[in-house]
């Protein structure tokens, strides 16, 4: 074998440095991306730090918002609540005022139409004049009466609430008639005048009014005589029936007795019985009490329901 010459050693030498070198190239090289990759994966930790800490402030901050913004609308739902019901309560006291006021002005419009002297106390306080009757009269029919010849009237609003009595009564097995009604001032005084001849003035002033002070001129009363007392109107009347009847009932008729047991007008008269309307019959029932134990205001109060 030939002998590698100096030339060919050079070479050998400088290839096998070159080898040398581009190994040592390599490994610098694959060191600096080593590097510049650490490098980049601390940058991007620290940015998704960053990023983590941006998001969790903003979650915290949304959070807080959310809090106070429901709380904020919690607030508001809360005081519209009770606009609501503030405007709801003052709603409540218009209508309730509109209420009183529609009443108040339908009460009045009743009063014009109503007469004003249904309700006041005769008997030995007001006076009717002789010139004084009833708008209207209607004559009470035949089956209520107790004399068919004899012509007995009240006001026409009355009678359908008489009727109806009387016809509750006779369901009932309480057998009662009107035995007189309406009488005019002179029917009046030709009847106290009788009285008088008869029983003397002081004696008859205690069973019967004159004239201009008998609730009778009104057309809203009524004298009632039950069946077996002979056509009679005295106290036995409190012993039958009838009457029995008529103060557990009447008052739901608007009917009253005028003249119980000791009043200081007339003797007891359980026949006479005054149609005052149902809310002021009811009231003096329930109460226990007269139309005459009450002031006139106070049933002046009930006028404008007595046809109710």
């Known amino acids: 074998m030939r002998s590698i010459g100096p030339a060919w050693q050079w070479i050998a030498g400088a290839a096998l440095a070159a080898a040398a070198v581009g190994s040592g190239v390599d490994a610098w090289y694959a060191h600096g991306i080593a590097v510049r ?5 601390a940058e991007t930790d620290a940015r998704l730090s960053a990023l ?4 969790s402030s903003t979650t915290a901050g949304l959070q807080s918002s959310i809090v106070a913004t429901h709380a904020s609308l919690a607030n508001a739902l809360s005081e519209e609540r009770q606009n609501v019901g503030s405007l709801a309560s003052q709603l409540g006291s218009y209508q309730q005022q509109f209420s009183t006021v529609s009443s108040t002005v339908s009460d009045l419009q009743k009063l014009q139409s109503i007469d004003p002297q249904l309700l006041e106390k005769y008997s030995k306080v007001y006076f009717l004049n002789e010139n004084y009757m009833p708008a209207a009269l209607a004559e009470i029919p035949d089956a209520y009466k107790y004399s068919d010849s004899k012509l007995e009237q009240v006001i026409p609003q009355v ?3 008489l009727e109806s009595m009387l016809d509750a009564a006779s369901s009932s097995g309480a057998l009662m008639y ?10 009046q005084s030709n009847l106290k005048s009788q009285y008088t001849v008869v029983y003397g003035a002081g004696t008859a002033n205690t069973f019967s009014a004159d004239q201009g002070y008998s609730e009778h001129q009104l057309g809203t009363a009524v004298d009632l005589i039950a069946p077996g007392l002979g056509g009679q109107l005295d106290d ?6 009838a009457y029995a ?15 119980p047991d000791n009043n200081p007008y007339y003797i007891y008269e359980p026949w006479h019985w005054r149609f005052v309307g149902v809310k ?4 003096l029932h329930d109460s226990g009490k007269h139309l005459y134990d009450l002031d006139q205001r106070t049933i002046d109060g009930y006028l404008a329901s007595i046809f109710d």
């Open 37 to 41: 990759t650490d490098a980049r994966l």
């Open 52 to 55: 983590e800490a941006d998001l």
């Open 159 to 161: 009678l359908p609430k």
């Open 178 to 187: 009107v035995a007189s009604a309406y009488r005019s001032f002179d029917s």
């Open 236 to 241: 036995r009347f409190a012993a039958t029936g």
């Open 245 to 259: 009847w008529l103060t557990a009932n009447a008052y739901r008729y608007g009917f009253t007795l005028s003249y």
């Open 280 to 283: 002021l019959a009811t009231y």
